[in-house]
């Protein structure tokens, strides 16, 4: 059983920073890619960044790139996600989950086998 706590969200002015963490149990935390998503009221989950096992190869959504950066600890069992230059769009719940398929299919929402509670985010203007 994997279970996957998010922590570090809040409320931040627009232009702001929050850096979000989620901590898993299971000793099998480093052999998985880990991704990010967020889910808006009314809107879909998105997929936000992932990062693969190792924490060599990364990916992002384009509507955050350059302005987040996923990381890891496999000691710490731990994936962060840094946010600068919050924009108000950027408000939701954001969850982690590890992903079954690799780095290179992180943004397929299926292959995630595990999420976390999830932990709100919410930028003023």
């Known amino acids: 059983q994997v279970e996957l706590v998010e922590s570090g969200g809040g409320l931040v002015q627009a232009g702001g920073s929050l850096k979000l963490s989620c901590a898993a149990s299971g000793r099998t935390f480093s052999s998985y890619t880990m991704g990010w998503f967020r889910q808006a009221p009314g809107k879909e989950r998105e997929f936000v960044a992932a990062i693969s096992w190792s924490g060599g190869r990364t990916r992002y959504a384009d509507s955050v790139k350059g302005r987040f950066t996923i990381s890891r600890d496999n000691a710490k069992n731990t994936v962060y996600l840094q946010m600068n230059s919050l924009k108000p769009e950027d408000t939701a719940i954001y969850y982690c989950?590890?992903?079954?398929?690799?780095?290179?299919?992180?943004?397929?929402?299926?292959?995630?086998?595990?999420w976390g509670q999830g932990t709100q985010v919410t930028v003023s203007s």
């Open positions: 989950a590890r992903n079954t398929g690799g780095i290179v299919a992180s943004r397929t929402i299926d292959l995630y086998d595990y």
